[in-house]
């Protein structure tokens, strides 16, 4: 069982980190799953990830609820943003699949801006 846990939680991973880079692929709930399966698979892993440097600090202030520090908005939001007006100018051909990734966009960026900020301390 703890290998099959393994894998689910590296292929959480996977698609999580894909999920930075594709519009609609959400990246958030894959790698708080990946954190979860690790928990109960490989501590090893699960602490890896938590370290991990660009990962890291955004799962931390998921899973901690301590919130997410205003770099990592604004990267979540760039790379977010960057994305979806790729697809949206040079993918979708369909003008409600552009408004469709428009109010993704848009409503992803509310959510994270009613996230709570963590302030250095």
Known sequence: MKRFLLALGCLCVG????GVFL??????????LALYLFSRSSPKRRQALMRHRLLGPY???????AGLSVQAKATTLTVMW???????????EE?????LLLAVAA???????LKKTRRRS
């Open 15 to 18: 698609l999580g980190f894909a």
């Open 23 to 32: 519009p609609l692929l959400p990246t958030t709930p894959f790698l708080l």
């Open 59 to 65: 799962i931390k202030g998921y899973a901690s609820k």
């Open 82 to 92: 960057a994305a979806m007006l790729l697809s949206v100018v040079l993918i979708a």
């Open 95 to 99: 003008w409600w699949l552009r408004l």
């Open 107 to 113: 409503g992803i960026t509310v959510h994270i801006l």
